[in-house]
């Protein structure tokens, strides 16, 4: 026999398969009829705890409308509504490149309200190691910063999820990213400088260079120039 809890509580039995069932009413649909879900569990004190997050999840999110997305549906639906009107030409190229090649076919098919940090991570990891696409189906990893895009992307997707109570919390939050790489900047030996020099003024550009530290031993490097450079008007 089903244990009775206060209004909004659920409740809780032993079913007859000595497993322990938790019953409760998520939210209502359209028509005002309410949405039963359940969870399972080997031990009532199991159950119980189960029972509690759903009910905390379920005050977050409007049922009615999360059963209707699976993670393809809904970053679609982001990406048209919110972000395309919005960003650049080149970064609708990255994000469909996103969307396309790594979103849907790792995550596509899961429900959105189902969605876990795991799940983000092993998207994150395949991506990091084979995320580069070739035609015999094997592909080399992409770059770090590529990786972090992906990251930026959909962390933005899934908290318009949130808001809109699709989803109770962004599981990409605690995902982990590759650190930026550090790119160590590099000067020109005084004796590369003559030969740098001559080709800057073969291609007829003005190399800048930066500015004097002051003075310096005769051991000391000759002032850095930076690899830039800008055309002659």
Same mark, same amino acid.
């Given at each position: 026999?089903?244990? *009775? ?9 032993? *079913? ?22 359940? %969870?399972? !569990? ?11 997050? +759903? ?47 790594? =979103? %849907? ?5 899961? +429900? ?31 770059? =770090? ?16 999820? %949130?808001?809109?109570?699709? =989803? ?6 605690? !995902? ?8 160590? +900047? ?6 590369? +400088? ?7 003024? *073969? ?18 490097? !000759? ?6 450079? =800008?055309?002659?008007?």
């Amino acid at each position: 026999m089903a244990k *009775r809890r206060a209004s909004g509580e659920g409740s809780i039995r032993k *079913r007859k398969d000595g497993r322990w069932e938790g019953r409760y009413i998520a939210g209502h649909d359209e028509t005002g009829k309410p949405i039963r879900k359940n %969870v399972l !569990a080997k031990t009532q004190a199991e159950v119980r705890d189960k029972l509690k997050a +759903m009910l905390e999840d379920s005050r977050k999110v409007d049922m009615a409308k999360a059963d209707e997305y699976t993670v393809e549906k809904w970053v679609w639906t982001w990406y048209k509504l919110y972000a395309k009107p919005n960003i650049r030409e080149s970064t609708q190229e990255y994000y469909e490149s996103f969307i396309r090649f790594h =979103i %849907v076919p790792q995550l596509g098919k899961t +429900m959105l309200r189902k969605l876990t940090t795991r799940e983000v991570q092993k998207l994150y990891n395949h991506v990091r190691e084979h995320g580069r696409r070739k035609k015999d189906g094997k592909g080399e990893g992409m770059s =770090i910063s590529y990786v972090r895009g992906l990251h930026r992307m959909l962390r933005s997707c899934l908290q318009r999820a %949130v808001k809109e109570r699709l =989803i109770p919390y962004d599981p990409a939050d605690d !995902a982990i990213v590759p650190k930026p790489e550090k790119l160590e +900047m590099k000067t020109l030996k005084s004796e590369d +400088m003559d030969a740098f020099l001559a080709e800057a003024k *073969r291609r007829e550009v003005l190399p800048i260079r930066s500015p004097d530290p002051g003075p310096r031993s005769s051991s000391s490097p !000759a002032p850095g120039w930076r690899s830039s450079c =800008i055309p002659r008007s």
